[in-house]
T-cell receptor, first 112, second 114 residues
């Protein structure tokens, strides 16, 4: 069964550093998403991406965040200058024509 | 903005007992989806409900979507230890230009004692 893959599984970084989280969505999917989940809390929407541009973003997705689809397969989330409160699990999701989002296993980001 | 509330936050049951989690949205939804997240895992899609009053079953799981498309429930009959995890509802907003953004409830953590 096709799946969304995310790398790395765990990223440790120092506050103020830039991080790039990578995702390979399911190959024929057209809509891509990033969500985050702070430990013990609910999953929160960050951004959606369609047709090579951001279609919607949440209040969390401020100027420190950016997304990119640099080639036909990867979908990245960049955090320019990480803060302690950015520590969370970051999930990438993709969907095709059916309105079902498939989530990757996530990247655990730890900001020290 | 849209808010999705889910209760209870925790549910502890004995194996064989039933379990229900409830979801309420502050606004009318175009659809509601249910996900299961095992401890340390990622959300796994269970089902999508689209129609007002819709009821769907998956083996021991029964999902309902309210007539007003603002609430939903998941009922598990005769729980098993494999049902352990967090169950999230996630609402898709009605109207606007949303590209499938999901608003998740807080989740119900289910533990099943053998």
């Amino acid at each position: 069964e096709p799946e969304v893959t995310q790398t790395p599984s765990h990223q440790v970084t120092q506050m103020g550093q830039e991080v790039i989280l990578r995702c390979v969505p399911i190959s024929n999917h057209l809509y891509f998403y990033w969500y985050r989940q702070i430990l013990g809390q609910k999953v929160e929407f960050l951004v959606s991406f369609y047709n090579n541009e951001i279609s919607e973003k949440s209040e969390i997705f401020d100027d420190q965040f950016s997304v990119e689809r640099p080639d036909g397969s990867n979908f990245t989330l960049k955090i320019r200058s990480t803060k302690l409160e950015d520590s969370a699990m970051y999930f990438c999701a993709s969907r095709g024509y059916k309105n079902i989002q498939y989530f990757g296993a996530g990247t655990r980001l730890s900001v020290l | 903005g849209q808010q999705v509330m889910q209760i209870p936050q925790y549910q502890h049951v004995q194996e064989g007992e039933d379990f229900t989690t409830y979801c309420n949205s502050s606004t009318t939804l175009s659809n509601i989806q249910w996900y299961k997240q095992r401890p340390g895992g990622h959300p796994v899609f269970l089902i999508q409900l689209v129609k007002s009053g819709e009821v769907k079953k998956q083996k021991r799981l029964t999902f309902q979507f309210g007539e007003a498309k603002k609430n939903s429930s998941l009922h598990i009959t005769a729980t098993q230890t494999t049902d352990v995890g967090t169950y999230f509802c996630a609402g898709g907003p009605r109207g606007g230009t949303s590209y499938g953004k999901l608003t998740f409830g807080q989740g119900t953590i289910l533990t099943v004692h053998p």
